[in-house]
């Protein structure tokens, strides 16, 4: 339980920084792409190309946390030699797939805001980092505990997902409400937004 819980640190790095990337670039991609003229001429809403967008996030997210999650248990199972921790690993994947929706839906809002792709997503990867560094420092410095709302790498935390009391409610509430809140942002600016040809 130990060695995998160090290991889902970087399991969740690795998933937020490709949901946060993901999140930025595909609401822009058209217009980093030149093909904003050929979309936007179809017969449909902006909502309904936002939808579709964050749709297909939303798979690629899923194929990424499914993924993590057969090959963790295939590979804990081989190599554990002690009780299995099948359970365990799927409450992590549950804790990361939360995250990975939190850093994708600030990629989509900082996409929908920024006029540039680069932009958003060197802004989504700043605030990813910036996060996580918070939650590292106050790991190490007791004084600052109250800024642990402020950085989702505090919310889910393997030790006490596994060895503690499980999932806090109020992180989790806290979580769907900045996602909710983010979404929000991402269809109200896409929709007012000038696209770039």
Do not use: C, W
């Not at 560094?133 to 950085?151: A, G, P, Q």
Request: glycine content about 6%.
């Amino acid at each position: 339980k130990g060695y995998y819980s160090v290991l889902f640190l970087y399991f969740v790095l690795m998933a937020t920084i490709h949901a946060s990337m993901l999140g930025a670039t595909i609401i822009s991609k058209e217009e980093r792409d030149k093909t904003a003229e050929f979309l936007l001429t179809k017969p449909t809403t902006r909502v309904r190309i936002v939808t579709s967008k964050l749709l297909a996030a939303l798979v690629n997210i899923l194929i990424f946390n499914i993924a993590t999650l057969v090959f963790s248990v295939i590979f804990v199972n081989h190599y554990n030699k002690g009780e299995p921790i099948n359970k365990e690993i799927i409450t992590l994947m549950i804790a990361m797939f939360i995250l990975q929706l939190l850093f994708m839906t600030i990629g989509t809002a900082l996409g929908a805001v920024s006029k540039k792709t680069k932009v958003a997503t060197s802004s989504a990867m700043a605030i990813l980092l910036g996060t996580y560094i918070l939650s590292v420092y106050i790991d190490m410095n007791d004084k600052v505990e109250i800024l642990k709302y402020i950085t989702p790498f505090k919310y889910f935390q393997a030790k006490d997902l596994i060895f503690g009391d499980g999932f806090n409610i109020g992180y989790i509430i806290l979580s769907f409400v900045i996602i909710g809140v983010l979404l929000g942002i991402t269809y109200k600016f896409y929709s007012k937004r000038d696209i770039y040809i």
